[in-house]
Structures are given as C-alpha cells and as structure tokens.
C-alpha cells in the first residue's frame, strides 16, 4: 500500500471501527428488549441464523481474491466466541438492567484482546493510544454505574446475576474480536461467514431444549434474525477496521459499544442516570478523540 493508501486506511480505520460500535450499540439494545419479549435463546439462535444469512450475502457479493482454510478456521473460532457472547449477553439483558449488563461485559473484553495483541500479535501503541486505551475501562465501568451498589448495601439479586452473565459474554467478546483479525484480508468476508455458522452449529443443541419456546409471532422471529443480521454487519465492519490499523486499537473503539445501549436505556427505559454514568459517557467519548489521533 503507497503512502496514500496507508493514510487514507488510517483514516478510515477508527471511522470503520465506531461504525462497527454504534451497530454493535443498537443491536445490543434491541437484542436486548426483544429478550424480555421472547426466550432469551430464541433472540440468540435466530440471530446468529439472520446473521449467516447476510454473511453468506455479503461474502458472495464482495471479491475474494484467495479464501485459505486458515482464515475459514479463524472465522470459525471468532464465531464461537460470538455464540458465547450473544447467549450470556441476551440471558443476562432479559434480567437485568440494560445500563449494567452490557457494559459489563465489554470491559474484560478489551482487556484481554488488548493484551493478546500488545504480548502476542506486535501491537505497539502511540503513547497517545494508550491513553485512550487505559481511559476506556474505566469509563465503561462507570457507565455501567461503576458497581454501585443498591440501597442496604446489596444489590438486586437479579443484577448480580445479570453482571455474571455481562463477565461470561465478555470472554467471548475477546475470542470474537482476536481470532477474527487474524484473518487475511484476501479472503474477502467468508471468514465472517464461516463464523456464523459456527455459531448456529454451537448453539443448535443447547437450542433445542427450548423448541417449544419457539412458537411465536413470526413477526417477533423475523425481529430476531434482523437484528443478527445487524449483528454480523458490526462484526463485517470490524473485520474492515482490523485490517486497517492495530488490534488494540480497532478493539477498543468497536468496543465502545455499550455507550449506545446505556444512552437508550436511559432515555427510553427510563432507567436512573448516575453522576457516574455521565462522568463515564464524557471518559468514554474522550477516549475516541485520543485513539483517533493516536
């Protein structure tokens, strides 16, 4: 890639990577209501289907100029890590408060794919970036209320529940985002592709013990596959972002995701804002400006 080339993806890397994030945001939130409508596993399997569905689309559609099977098995492993993710995401949104869950799960996430990338993979961070990485944390954990804890010192057994669910989804949050940079960019998007099928594969048996939870409005079903598909757009867009600048860096930013769903939670859940939590949106939002210019 010429010099042009290299700015123009230096661009278009932090760009690509918030894209990934404000999908990611909006799909979590929906995902999220849709949970408390209908089986938690039902949001989750349909999901991933609607998901494989537009992968397949997307991957046909976009030139591959040489899909090798090392980049299939990538794509296979991210998928695992998004089944994991999205079924404690989903079970944990559906009792629990949207502000608490996803964010939660968000902020180990990008602990250990920072930390897979800066030990294993060369990421060398500007100063700058590091800045913005060592902000990010932090600030989605106050955005998640910053485990403030309910009145009489305990909180609400469901939430601690729902926190659990937040820190399981968070180790495929990792998996999903690591494995899936290490596909070549030769392969077009058939690594996304094969990593949505990993998924249905994955959850189809655990699934089927929730068949009868299955006989819904197809209205709400179809709900369920578009937002996978929503989902696998994020995850399309990610993919874009990390073959344009470091790991560390397209992970932090992707995973500024649960600003979106916290804001909407907020606003249209009616749920209590804290000074925490504004206190974490205004870190959070510093820590784009300081990984974008890093």
């Known amino acids: 890639m010429g010099a042009a080339g290299a700015g123009h993806g230096e661009r278009m890397g932090p760009l690509l990577a918030l894209a990934s994030a404000a999908c990611y945001g909006l799909v979590d939130f929906l995902g999220g209501l849709l949970s408390r409508r209908i089986h938690f596993a039902v949001v989750t399997f349909l999901g991933q289907v609607g998901g494989l569905l537009f992968a397949v689309v997307a991957a046909v559609l976009v030139p591959a100029d040489a899909v090798r099977s090392a980049d299939v098995l990538w794509g296979a492993l991210s998928g695992c890590g998004s089944a994991v993710a999205m079924h404690f995401l989903n079970r944990g949104l559906s009792r629990g408060a949207m502000s ?26 500007t100063p700058l970036a590091w800045l913005g990485i060592g902000v990010t944390a932090p600030a989605l954990w106050l955005v998640s209320g910053g485990g403030v804890r309910a009145r009489r010192g305990r909180r609400p ?5 729902a926190s659990m669910d937040g820190l ?3 180790l ?14 030769a392969g077009g998007l058939w690594p996304v592709a094969a990593g949505r099928l990993a998924a249905v594969l994955l959850l189809l048996p655990h699934t089927w013990q929730y068949a009868s939870h299955f006989r819904q409005p197809p209205r709400l079903l179809g709900q369920a596959a578009l937002i996978g598909a929503g989902a696998a757009l ?17 992970v932090v930013l992707a995973s500024l995701y649960p600003a979106i769903p916290t804001i909407l939670g907020l606003a249209a859940l009616h749920e209590k804002v804290t000074g925490r939590q504004v206190v974490g949106l205004l870190s ?10 890093g």
């Open 172 to 185: 495929g949050v990792a998996l999903q985002y690591v494995c899936l940079a290490q596909a070549d960019p």
């Open 100 to 125: 608490i869950v996803v964010p939660v799960s968000a902020v180990t996430g990008i602990a250990l794919s920072v930390l897979c990338g800066v030990c294993f993979l060369g990421d060398r961070p």
């Open 284 to 293: 959070a939002g510093a820590a784009v400006v300081l990984l974008s210019l």
């Open 157 to 161: 057994a469901a939430d601690r529940q």
């Open 234 to 250: 994020g995850l399309t867009l990610y993919l874009l972002a990390a073959q344009q600048q470091m790991l560390a860096i397209a």
């Open 168 to 170: 399981t989804a968070s």
